[in-house]
DNA sequence: TATGCTATTGCAAGTATTTTCAATAAGGAG
DNA sequence: CTCCTTATTGAAAATACTTGCAATAGCATA
């Protein structure tokens, strides 16, 4: 498929290897309508490839999400969820119902600059998680 | 122990209670020069109070982070460690060496306020982990 | 200080994630 | 197209973390 190509040279270009169990993570997450967890992964891709375990599973996403190809995303109870790696975009979301709202990278760009700035760092955070109360579980405590 | 007190108070009044266990942790994380893991800081409580599980110290530690006398950071390998709650900082960490640096809330002030206003959300993030590559890292690629 | 309610603990069992290692297969070279 | 190197996989075992439940012990009240 052609929206894998470019991921597809990436990845040999470093001396590593496009497999069909990454390229079915790939396809997964391509596809899906927001961030989801290894076992949800792991789900889908066993039922597209049977036989594929989840060990293959937890180190596609990490080896990806090492590569750029997708981004990890933390959860209020601190569990990391994916996500195809596409625009960069934060979240904020509500810990008491989960709503969720997405951020547009460039508005933490400043404070980015900023930071840099005073120490130094090359920063390279791609997908933050901000929490906090969603203007609905606001009023009602 | 004195530095105890307020966080007894704030317990009692919300209806919960403050128990060895949960000093013990408080203890341990007082003493820490920097965050620690659930396993870190089992092993030392374990010490401390033979018998005492690490359910205990993983409920303690989720416990006391949810009323915010404790702050859980994320590593650069998605887990979480903790320390005790004090002035409101966040992190900016080196991908390639781990160094740290500490960067004051007040830097963010302005972001969270920009975000609260377009998104209608009260923003409670108290303890952010930014990473990237150190100065020294930066250059050696 | 004695009593009662119920939040909290420890234990056991369940689920999630990581590690180790031998077998396999991607893909560059010829 | 075949061969070779070695990155990657699957299986099993080790660790890490969570959940259910009965026994225990904070602490508010009298
Ligand atoms: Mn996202
Ligand atoms: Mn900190
Ligand atoms: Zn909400
Ligand atoms: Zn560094």
């Known amino acids: ?12 270009a470093r001396g590593f290897r496009m497999t069909p169990q990454r390229l079915c993570v790939l396809e997964i997450l391509h596809n899906a ?4 967890t290894p ?3 792991y789900e889908q891709a066993a039922r597209a490839m049977p036989g594929l375990t989840e060990t293959t599973i ?3 996403l990490e ?3 090492g590569h750029n190809l997708v981004n990890a995303a933390l959860t209020a109870n601190g569990k990391l969820t994916y996500e195809l790696a596409r625009r960069a975009h934060h979240h904020l979301v509500c810990r008491v ?11 933490l760009l400043p404070v980015y600059r900023s930071l840099e700035e005073t ?8 997908h ?5 109360l969603c203007p609905h579980c606001k009023e009602t405590e």
């Open 1 to 12: 498929m052609s929206c894998t190509e470019p991921a597809l040279q990436t990845l040999r």
């Open 39 to 41: 076992q949800q992964v």
């Open 63 to 65: 080896f990806l999400a």
């Open 119 to 126: 120490s130094g760092f090359h920063i390279n955070t791609s």
């Open 128 to 132: 933050l998680t901000f929490f906090g």
């Open 33 to 36: 309508p927001e961030h989801l």
């Open 97 to 107: 119902c989960g709503q969720q709202v997405e951020i547009d990278h460039e508005i």
């Open 58 to 60: 937890y180190r596609a």
